[in-house]
């Protein structure tokens, strides 16, 4: 099946991915895994920083900086591996419980930290092994979470620092967040206090003591939402109430170097861990205000190995590893 909502933003999102996966219950000690994950993160980064350089128009892959990927070799190599959790067998991680394969050690894996929470609302038709939102959740486990559909949060009390990523006449740049964030605030004290028996001076008052209250203050961005399913199941989360009021936030275009490409549809169509990767990549730059140097370009620690592994073996005919891609 092909992939959705990795589906599509109007550059939307194709998807997705491989036998892989993961679920949200990550446990296996995480002090320790995690404390080393971070560790190995950080000296990689820090000596990858002045090697960074921009994102290749033909291969945008290319110049990522990726922590060493020699254990998803290994575990090529020798194979698909017991999940530790579910006994499950799968390559490289298992897609049913959100955590690596027995032969994947966690403490190998980078960590990422993100600047936001994330939130992906899966589509319950929506096939594990080929959803590529898993990586997000494996590779950033403290600032992602995978719902499926319909369970999911409610946000109305909180739309004031939440957004939703999808495209259409309503949505915003990037850029741009923080200023209709902030005009969501005014309108809500405004309708709050929009009260006809109140003489005219005092509601000014009021408006202003509120909007100076510490938690109207603060419009960053805390969360952004992802829909993950194939385009044509994308409407049915998209019109759902609870997402309703959300701002909208569409993606610069970019070409997706996504595997499976979507019969009919345009090359920007991205997976769902690309548009991830790239709204997180604009965030630094257009709303942080910092330099990107690599950050965040291990959340495609997966993607980048699985597109190179399809792409060698189509040049060299290997069936067994094509199988992969579908």
């Not at 998803?72 to 579910?86: D, P």
């Not at 970019?254 to 548009?275: M, N, V, Y």
Request: a positive charge.
């Amino acid at each position: 099946m092909m992939f959705h909502w990795e589906c599509t933003y109007d550059m939307c999102f194709r998807n997705t991915c491989v036998n892989f996966g993961l679920n949200e219950k990550m446990s296996l000690n995480p002090p320790i895994f995690l404390k080393e994950r971070e560790e190995n993160n950080s000296k990689f980064v820090e000596i990858q920083q002045s090697q960074t350089a921009p994102i290749a128009s033909e291969d945008p892959l290319q110049n990522l900086c990726l922590a060493s990927q020699e254990v998803l070799q290994k575990a090529q190599q020798s194979g698909r591996s017991r999940c530790l959790k579910c006994g499950g067998s799968r390559m490289f991680y298992c897609y049913t419980c959100y955590v690596p394969v027995e032969n994947v050690p966690l403490e190998q894996m980078p960590l990422v930290k993100l600047p936001l929470k994330i939130d992906i609302i899966k589509h319950p038709n929506e096939t594990d092994g080929k959803s590529t939102a898993i990586h997000a959740k494996l590779l950033a486990p403290d600032f992602v979470n995978i719902y499926t559909y319909p369970c999911i949060p409610e946000y109305e009390e909180k739309d004031h620092e939440v957004a939703l990523v999808f495209p259409g006449p309503k949505s915003v740049s990037i850029k741009d967040i923080s200023f209709h964030l902030q005009k969501r605030i005014q309108n809500n004290v405004r309708g709050k206090n929009d009260d006809p028996d109140k003489p005219s001076t005092k509601r000014k008052k009021t408006e202003e003591e509120d909007l100076n209250d510490s938690k109207f203050k603060d419009t960053t961005l805390k969360k952004i939402i992802f829909i993950d399913s194939t385009w044509n199941q994308t409407n049915k989360i998209f019109t759902d109430e609870r997402l309703q009021g959300l701002l909208q936030v569409e993606l610069k275009t970019r070409k997706t170097c996504f595997w499976r490409h979507q019969k009919g549809k345009p090359d920007t169509f991205l997976s769902t861990i690309e548009a991830i990767y790239y709204f997180l990549v604009d965030y630094h730059t257009d709303i942080l205000k910092e330099k990107y140097k690599g950050q965040y370009d291990n959340l495609l620690f997966f993607y980048s190995f699985m597109y190179q592994l399809i792409k060698n073996a189509k040049c060299s005919g290997d069936k067994e590893t094509r199988k992969l891609t579908h």
